[in-house]
């Protein structure tokens, strides 16, 4: 979503490409090549139009995004869904000490789904190919980098 509203933000406001890079997270490499379907921060307030006009105004500010308190639910991908299992062959695979909670929370999976499946692999290992968790997105190289 942070492509999609930086898409909007780029078409529909004056803002600098430097204050939408820092409210969205992307880089100004991936501002100019944005090939998604945009998105209204004003309509599903994100930000409003008087915070805009001011950055606008003010080149030297920056915009922050507002943090809701209502929990979002995490769509994962049909690859991602089935392919949970890999990825806790790939952890116990490449020798990485990672907790249960810690990975159940990256696989985003109750304690019980989790608890099942990582008994299935433990169990037949040899049926689950590992694969990267980054490959599949649910972390990046960082997230790994801790548990080295």
């Known amino acids: 979503m942070p492509k999609s509203i930086a898409l909007w933000l780029k078409r529909h406001t004056k803002l600098s490409i430097g ?7 992307l880089s100004i490499l991936e501002l100019h090549i944005l090939k998604v379907k945009e998105f209204n921060p004003i309509k599903h307030n994100i930000l409003t ?13 920056y915009l922050d995004l507002k943090v809701t308190t209502k929990s979002t639910r995490v769509v994962l991908s049909n690859s991602q869904k089935k392919n949970k299992k890999n990825v806790i062959n790939w952890f116990m695979t490449n020798k990485i000490y990672i907790s249960d909670e810690d990975l159940q929370k990256l696989l985003h999976s109750s304690t019980n789904a989790f608890q099942r499946y990582k008994l299935e692999v433990i169990n037949n290992s ?3 190919t590992p694969i990267s968790p980054i490959s599949l997105g649910f972390c990046d190289q960082n997230f790994i980098d801790r548990y080295l």
């Open 126 to 128: 040899s049926e689950y």
């Open 19 to 25: 204050q939408i890079a820092h409210f969205t997270g």
């Open 49 to 61: 139009q008087e915070e805009i006009i001011y950055a606008e105004n003010n080149p030297d500010t």
